[in-house]
């Protein structure tokens, strides 16, 4: 029996993340990287990233579009400025939120 087109939609659906939780991710790593670099050079280089937000004065992020991609983008910023060391710190800050991901939510440059 040939499957619905319901099913096939959503047997390729990703599964996605509560934004909140790609929210913190990007928060985490912001405090993370200004631990080392300096606040002000981490906020500057988190502006460079589409779809996030920071509150400067609390780190509070907000995430719009694929949540995925924009800790991606925010990983690579830092990796493209510092170098694959940023990767590394990066994945620290972030340890505690993966096991929260759905299979198939993580960022690539966290696994």
Same mark, same amino acid.
């Given at each position: 029996?040939?499957?619905?087109?319901? @099913? #096939?939609?959503?047997?390729?659906?990703?599964? &996605?993340?509560?934004?909140?939780?790609? =929210?913190?991710?990007?928060?985490? +790593?912001?405090?993370?990287?200004?631990?080392?670099?300096?606040?002000?050079?981490?906020?500057?280089?988190?502006?460079?990233?589409?779809?996030? @937000? #920071?509150?400067?004065?609390?780190?509070?992020? &907000?995430?719009?579009?694929?949540?995925? =991609?924009?800790?991606?983008?925010? +990983?690579?910023?830092?990796?493209?400025?510092?170098?694959?060391?940023?990767?590394?710190?990066?994945?620290?800050?972030?340890?505690?939120?993966?096991?929260?991901?759905?299979?198939?939510?993580?960022?690539?440059?966290?696994?």
């Amino acid at each position: 029996m040939e499957p619905t087109i319901v @099913q #096939v939609a959503q047997s390729q659906i990703i599964p &996605t993340a509560a934004p909140n939780l790609y =929210a913190e991710m990007c928060a985490r +790593i912001i405090r993370e990287q200004g631990q080392i670099i300096g606040i002000p050079l981490a906020l500057e280089q988190a502006s460079h990233v589409d779809g996030l @937000q #920071v509150d400067t004065g609390t780190f509070a992020c &907000t995430v719009t579009g694929d949540g995925s =991609a924009v800790v991606n983008n925010l +990983i690579g910023q830092y990796r493209d400025f510092f170098g694959h060391a940023a990767v590394e710190v990066c994945r620290e800050a972030t340890s505690q939120y993966v096991s929260q991901l759905p299979e198939g939510a993580m960022p690539s440059l966290l696994k």
